[in-house]
């Protein structure tokens, strides 16, 4: 029997989701929501109203991709009406939000997964494979770029807006290379940084600079920025035993690659291996798979509600710490 689907937001991000589904046989997306009906999507229903849809009771799963500001209200209710969830990161506009859905899921018994497609990029992925393998020994360092080069009229876009998405950068890019962090390192434990609007005319950040530490005494560092100009991803971590780095992502970040240098004893040139993933997008392929199979096992998926509450602890000790121009200690999670 098909998995049947709600996508609540029919945007971009919707859009790539809604593609997944509609490649597993074992899915089938019923229901398709957004404000604007030129997004109705073939083979599905359609309405404008988010409140009719997730309580219908052939409704096993509901996928939420719309702006920060809707998002945390439509997945309680889904998860109030007995749904599954996969909400698009961040998980809410700050750490209230974040709270109050982790403990609605508990509470209903669903699975919540936070949408970290980043995870799930095939050079991340590997990436982690050998980290966890202890390829490049115990884990030193992370150092993290992450930015892009606007667009016309971002400054009037909801991402730009503080009521409506909560904050900028940190929230928009940000919240990966977070997730990515704690992800290979562990919780971040402290944090200093800086989120500063340093040319939009706006009332969020365009741009944060972070140091952290890691509960596994990891250090961090990582900047974030919608002034870079051009796409960028690079993500790298430095061991006992060599290094891992990742850059691209595909598309206009230029074509994902892992390289992996293994340091001799006696110093010099470290072997070095270089992978490359030219093709598509995997990473929400695989991210729709992790997340149905943490439905049938009924077990945390891998990038968790739990996750996504967490990056957004540290993402308001950043805050704290910009404010406060001091090194802040990030708040750990309680359950109650």
């Not at 219908?56 to 500001?69: G, L, Y």
Request: glycine share 10%.
């Amino acid at each position: 029997m098909a998995m049947n689907v709600a996508l609540i937001g029919c945007g971009l991000i919707g859009k790539k989701r809604a593609a997944q589904v509609a490649k597993d046989p074992a899915a089938r997306l019923t229901w398709a929501v957004d404000v604007d009906p030129r997004n109705e999507m073939a083979g599905s229903s359609f309405s404008t109203d988010w409140t009719r849809v997730v309580n219908r009771p052939e409704i096993d799963v509901v996928i939420v991709s719309t702006p920060n500001h809707l998002a945390v209200k439509v997945a309680i209710e889904s998860l109030k009406n007995g749904k599954h969830v996969l909400i698009e990161k961040p998980l809410g506009r700050d750490v209230s939000e974040a709270k109050a859905v982790v403990l609605e899921a508990k509470k209903a018994g669903k699975i919540l997964k936070t949408g970290f497609n980043h995870r799930f990029h095939p050079g991340i992925y590997q990436a982690k494979d050998l980290v966890d393998a202890g390829k490049i020994g115990d884990l030193i360092s992370i150092r993290g770029r992450y930015g892009h080069g606007s667009r016309p009229g971002m400054e009037k876009e909801w991402r730009s807006s503080k009521e409506l998405c909560g904050g900028g950068e940190l929230l928009d890019q940000g919240v990966h290379l977070i997730d990515l962090i704690q992800w290979f390192g562990g919780d971040i434990a402290q944090v200093y940084g800086m989120a500063e609007t340093q040319f939009w005319k706006i009332d969020v950040e365009d741009n944060a600079y972070v140091l952290a530490k890691t509960k596994r005494n990891v250090n961090a560092l990582f900047h974030v920025s919608w002034t870079n100009w051009r796409n960028v991803f690079s993500f790298e971590l430095f061991g006992t035993k060599g290094y891992a780095t990742i850059n691209g992502l595909g598309g206009h970040y230029g074509v994902e690659t892992l390289e992996v240098g293994i340091r001799k004893e006696e110093g010099g040139r470290p072997d070095i291996q270089t992978f490359e993933y030219p093709g598509e997008d995997l990473s929400w392929e695989w991210e729709w798979a992790e997340f149905k199979q943490a439905i049938l096992n009924q077990r945390e998926p891998i990038g968790s509600g739990t996750d996504g509450w967490k990056a957004n602890l540290a993402i308001e000790a950043v805050l704290r710490s910009h404010q406060e121009k001091r090194l802040v200690d990030v708040e750990s999670a309680v359950f109650g």
